[in-house]
């Protein structure tokens, strides 16, 4: 395995470990409530997909380097 492919494996791990992250910040924060809390959870609910675009284009990527 080359050192190309551990970094986007490395970069893969890091993107999905963002993307629970701020899904479960986001459901923390709808369970709290209070008078901010949806404000909050719909800015990390965009920061979510955000970073779910960014995992899988590091997986496309990933894909790429593999054949």
């Not at 494996?9 to 709290?32: D, K, P, Y």
């Not at 997909?49 to 380097?65: G, H, K, N, T």
Request: charge should be positive; aromatic fraction near 8%; glycine fraction near 8%.
């Amino acid at each position: 395995m080359g050192l190309m492919n551990v970094f986007v494996i490395i970069l893969m791990a890091c993107s999905l470990l963002l993307v629970l992250g701020t899904l479960f910040g986001g459901l923390v924060s709808m369970a709290r409530g209070g008078t901010d809390a949806p404000q909050r959870s719909n800015k990390l609910m965009r920061y979510r997909v955000l970073f779910q675009f960014v995992a899988v284009v590091i997986f496309m990527i990933a894909l790429a380097i593999s054949r």
